[in-house]
């Protein structure tokens, strides 16, 4: 049984992450999950599909986000995700503030 990775990316602002997410979706074939503002500025998106796919879209949108901003990006992918990191992925407003 294959399980879906799921990637994160933590940007400040919503104008870099809506780039990513651009750039993501044009290049690769990811399921954009959502954005949420993780508070002080800071927004994040999560995306889910196979890992080979989660692990390229994260690098073009960390990339871009970083590209856009000028400032700190961060990330991380999950291979094989625990249940709770997918239910998170699936449903991010249960981080945002």
Known sequence: MT???VGFIE??????IFDAVDA???ATEV????????????????VSGELATVEEA?????????????????????ASPA??????AGDVTIIGS
């Open 24 to 26: 993501m979706t044009k």
């Open 11 to 16: 940007a400040e602002g919503f104008v870099p």
């Open 31 to 46: 399921d954009v999950r959502g954005t949420v503002r993780l508070g002080g500025g800071l927004v994040a998106v999560a």
């Open 3 to 5: 399980r879906t990775a």
């Open 83 to 88: 249940e709770p990191i997918l239910a998170i």
């Open 58 to 78: 994260v690098e073009i949108g960390e990339e871009t986000a970083r590209a856009i901003s000028g400032r700190n990006v961060k990330s991380i992918v999950f």
